[in-house]
C-alpha cells in the first residue's frame, strides 16, 4: 500500500489545560450537536456519522452529560435546542500552502470577520470556493497504537477490508481509507481486537507543499494555530510537509 506523510495534515493539540479542555469540548458538543441534526437520531447505531465523533469524546474524556445534552440539542430533545451552521473557508498561507478552515456557528457573520481578521493579522489571503478544497480528498483516519500489536495480522485485516494505506509510524499505525468504505474498515478492524477509537473523517491533500524552512513552518503553523484558537473553528486542514530535517530544528526550539 503507498505510503501517507503524517505531515499531510497537520492538527496541532494544545496542551491539556483546564482552559482548553473545556474548548475542546464545547468544539465536539458542536459537532455532536450537527451530526444529531443531520443524522435524524442520537443513536449511533444508526446514525454512523456520530460515531467518530463520540469516540473523540471520550479521548478527552468529555463527560457523559455534556454529551448527552449535545446530542439531544441536535435532535430537538433539549430545552437549548441551537441551530448551527457549517462554514468552510479556504485560503493560502505563506508560500502558496493551502488551507481550509471548517467552522460551526450560530453566527455567521461574527464568525467571518473573526476568520478573515486571522488571515489578515497573518498576512495571508482567503480563496474563493474550491481554490483549495479541489486539491484535497475526504478520507477515513484510523490510528493503531502499536504496542502488542502483529503488525502482518493488521495489515492483512486493513487490506482485507478495503483500506487504502497503512503505515508504520513507530508508535502506532495508520491506517487510510476512502470515504465510503471508513465504517466498513473501522468495524472490521474493531471485530478483530484491534483499537480504533482514534480515529476520523478528515481531508487529505493530493500534493503537499513541502516547507522551505523552519521559519516558514513556524509561520504557517502559528497561523494554524491562531485559527484553531477561534471558538467556532473546529477543524484547520493544510497540505504543508515538514521534513525530518526541518522537523528536528523545530523541536529543538
Known amino acids: 500500500m503507498a505510503g501517507h506523510s503524517k505531515w499531510a495534515n497537520i492538527k496541532h493539540k494544545k496542551a491539556a489545560t483546564d482552559a482548553k479542555r473545556g474548548k475542546a469540548f464545547s468544539k465536539i458538543a458542536k459537532?455532536?450537536?450537527?451530526?444529531?441534526?443531520?443524522?435524524?437520531?442520537?443513536?449511533?447505531?444508526?446514525?454512523?456519522?456520530?460515531?467518530?465523533?463520540?469516540?473523540?469524546?471520550?479521548?478527552?474524556?468529555?463527560?457523559?452529560?455534556?454529551?448527552?445534552r449535545a446530542i439531544k440539542k441536535?435532535?430537538?430533545?433539549?430545552?437549548?435546542?441551537?441551530?448551527?451552521?457549517?462554514?468552510?473557508?479556504?485560503?493560502?498561507?505563506?508560500?502558496?500552502?493551502?488551507?481550509?478552515?471548517?467552522?460551526?456557528?450560530?453566527?455567521k457573520n461574527r464568525t467571518a470577520a473573526e476568520v478573515r481578521s486571522v488571515f489578515n493579522k497573518h498576512n495571508n489571503s482567503l480563496g474563493q470556493t474550491g481554490?483549495?478544497?479541489?486539491?484535497?480528498?475526504?478520507?477515513?483516519?484510523?490510528?493503531?497504537?502499536?504496542?502488542?500489536i502483529d503488525e502482518d495480522a493488521l495489515l492483512e485485516a486493513a487490506m482485507e477490508a478495503g483500506a487504502e494505506n497503512f503505515e508504520n509510524e513507530g508508535d502506532s499505525f495508520l491506517v487510510t481509507t476512502a470515504?465510503?468504505?471508513?465504517?466498513?474498515?473501522?468495524?472490521?478492524?474493531?471485530?478483530?481486537?484491534?483499537?480504533?477509537?482514534?480515529?476520523?473523517?478528515?481531508?487529505?491533500?493530493?500534493?503537499?507543499?513541502?516547507?522551505?524552512?523552519?521559519?516558514?513552518?513556524?509561520?504557517?503553523?502559528?497561523?494554524i494555530e491562531a485559527l484553531e484558537d477561534l471558538d467556532d473553528v473546529q477543524d484547520v486542514y493544510s497540505n504543508l510537509d515538514v521534513s525530518d530535517e526541518i522537523a528536528e530544528q523545530l523541536d529543538e526550539g
Open 31 to 68: 459537532e455532536l450537536t450537527v451530526a444529531a441534526r443531520m443524522g435524524g437520531s442520537g443513536d449511533p447505531e444508526t446514525n454512523i456519522s456520530l460515531r467518530p465523533i463520540l469516540a473523540k469524546a471520550k479521548a478527552v474524556n468529555m463527560p457523559a452529560d455534556n454529551i448527552d
Open 74 to 107: 441536535g435532535t430537538g430533545e433539549g430545552a437549548d435546542a441551537v441551530q448551527l451552521d457549517e462554514l468552510i473557508y479556504e485560503g493560502y498561507a505563506s508560500g502558496g500552502v493551502g488551507v481550509i478552515v471548517k467552522a460551526l456557528t450560530d453566527n
Open 131 to 148: 481554490s483549495v478544497s479541489r486539491s484535497f480528498q475526504r478520507k477515513g483516519v484510523i490510528h493503531i497504537p502499536a504496542e502488542g
Open 179 to 223: 470515504l465510503t468504505d471508513y465504517n466498513t474498515v473501522t468495524e472490521a478492524l474493531t471485530a478483530a481486537g484491534f483499537d480504533t477509537a482514534n480515529s476520523e473523517l478528515t481531508l487529505l491533500p493530493d500534493l503537499l507543499m513541502e516547507a522551505t524552512s523552519a521559519d516558514h513552518a513556524r509561520s504557517v503553523m502559528g497561523f
